[in-house]
């Protein structure tokens, strides 16, 4: 399944719009943590808010949003950069309930909580930015934060469609965002647009194309395709930084593993990727200590 966004500017009327279909970077997660429908919903929800987000970041950099609510999957942690590499895991997959409603999904993580936001800019400091949870949709809490925290009147929206067993079919979503100078009305004016359209879900599984879906978005306002981009699941673990991070655990900790376990097993939260190091190669470690 090719997933992928699309970045579109109207300039006149100052406001940018980005529609992204990413069905198979979200089932590709699921399957990699074998998560159950609902959390399967949510990961799929958080990895397009990453999408969208990450589509305004400039070259080399990157973001990570963690979603911490009081309901039963505890945690989502996503992240992306400028070229629509996307990973992401649910802190417990294997929650088990039967109701697949927004409203549910949205219980499933929980109104009480914290958004926090954490973008690689390329300066000496890293940029955090940290909001309260409101409802526990995803969409929702990142318009939140765009338009209380970054004051840019702006605008999240993302659907899903499932199908009689839970099994998700389709998810995409859009990002409608004012430029300076910040006008709120323009923003008001796609959301009324968006409001008498399908869920983007739904646009896409009867067969419209994100590029499609812009011009039902933008209407009878001008506009300009800037960008198509190309969206993957993608991690950057790997066995020498695995290596790297036994090492850091010093020459003690990794006897005492070899005395106990006869192995290590390094196993990356976000690709479900395992690392394993047997007795000589963990015994090699600690011969470079």
Known sequence: MNDYLVRALAREAGVRVIVSSNTGLALEAADRHGTFPIATIALAHALTGAALMGAMLKVRQ????????????????????????????????????????????????????????????????????????????????LTFFLNQSEQIPSLIDI????????????????????????????????????????????????????????????????????????LHFECGCSRSRSEQALISLGSDELRHILDTEGEAVVDCHFCHEQYVFNREELEALIDTM
């Open 159 to 230: 659907s899903h469609l499932v199908d009689e067993e839970g099994t998700l079919q389709m998810v995409g979503g859009l990002l409608i965002q004012a430029m300076p100078p910040y006008e709120s009305g323009i923003v008001n004016q796609l959301r009324n647009n968006i409001q008498e359209l399908p869920p983007v879900a739904d646009l896409l599984h009867s067969g419209k194309t994100p590029q499609e879906i812009l011009t039902l978005i933008f209407g009878e306002m001008p506009y300009k395709l800037l960008e198509e981009r190309p």
């Open 62 to 141: 990157r973001l990570a949003m963690k979603f911490e609510g009081s309901g039963p999957l505890q945690k989502i942690l996503v992240e992306s950069d400028n070229n629509g590499r996307i990973r992401g895991y649910v802190s417990q997959p294997f929650i088990d309930l039967p109701d697949l409603s927004r409203e549910q999904i949205a219980a499933a993580l929980g109104d009480t909580g914290l958004l926090t936001i954490v973008r690689d800019v390329l300066l000496p400091e890293l940029v955090e930015s940290t909001v309260p949870l409101g409802s526990g949709d995803i969409a929702a809490e």
